[in-house]
């Protein structure tokens, strides 16, 4: 597709439960990107991928958050046994990846609400 | 740590206005600095910038980066109720992929 695309974009869960989400880079991008945006706030870094492989996941916040991105294209974002805290936007940016100065470009995010 | 800060937190101005967002930076290893648009959900890309003192424009907006001050500003001149959103400054540091944002700025325009 043209852009970075997002699933869902909306997402309701009872608290405990397991949840993924869904992030598809620009066609090409090897660089994927996983932000958590609060309300009031800008987004917070989770994890970085190039390729296949997570580079930097120092941003998840504990075990319960993990992605993977097995063919180097796709990313899954996945939660389990949801807290209320979680709740929040999920954004997903891609970028070329050839590491010189590059724009991360953001999808339109998923947002998740824990009841 | 690495910190980016936005001021204002919000703004309030009437069509015709020109605004001067701030943003403010902390941070080891300063690659580049971004700025984008958030209106509903996708920041959307408006500038990158490295060099200071140069200024980059679009049309109504401009921003420029002084790396002595570790800041930068975005101009939006002439508004419209469509700037009507809100303004993230972030900042690439050179260890790491990952972009640094700060608060952000809401800013609404009245017609």
């Known amino acids: 597709g043209a852009g970075v695309s997002q699933t869902p974009s909306n997402k309701v869960t009872e608290k405990g439960k397991y949840v993924e989400l869904r992030c598809d880079p620009i066609?090409?991008?090897?660089?994927l990107y996983w932000y958590r945006q609060s309300l009031g706030q800008g987004p917070e870094f989770l994890i970085y991928?190039?390729?296949?492989?997570?580079?930097?996941d120092s941003g998840l916040p504990n075990d319960r958050f993990f992605a993977v991105r097995p063919e180097g294209s796709v990313s899954t974002l996945k939660i389990q046994r949801t807290e209320r805290g979680d709740s929040a936007v999920y954004l997903c940016?891609?970028?070329?990846?050839?590491?010189?100065?590059?724009?991360?470009?953001f999808g339109p995010g998923t947002r998740l609400l824990v009841l | 740590e690495d910190k980016v800060v936005q001021s204002p937190l919000s703004l309030v101005v009437h069509e015709g206005d020109t605004v001067t967002l701030n943003c403010s930076y902390e941070?080891?290893?300063?690659?580049?600095l971004l700025w984008y648009k958030q209106e509903k959900k996708a920041p959307t890309f408006l500038f990158m910038l490295?060099?200071?003192?140069i200024e980059k424009k679009s049309g109504r907006l401009s921003s420029i980066l002084d790396k002595k001050e570790l800041s930068s500003i975005l101009n939006i001149t002439a508004t419209q109720t469509g700037d009507s959103a809100i303004y993230l400054c972030?900042?690439?540091?050179?260890?790491?992929?990952?972009?640094?944002f700060g608060q952000g700025t809401t800013l609404q325009v009245k017609p």
């Open positions: 940016a891609s970028s070329p990846g050839t590491g010189g100065l590059e724009t991360q470009y």
């Open positions: 066609s090409g991008h090897t660089a």
């Open positions: 991928f190039q390729g296949t492989g997570a580079a930097d």
């Open positions: 941070v080891t290893n300063f690659r580049s």
């Open positions: 490295t060099s200071s003192g």
């Open positions: 972030a900042v690439l540091s050179s260890n790491t992929g990952k972009l640094i």
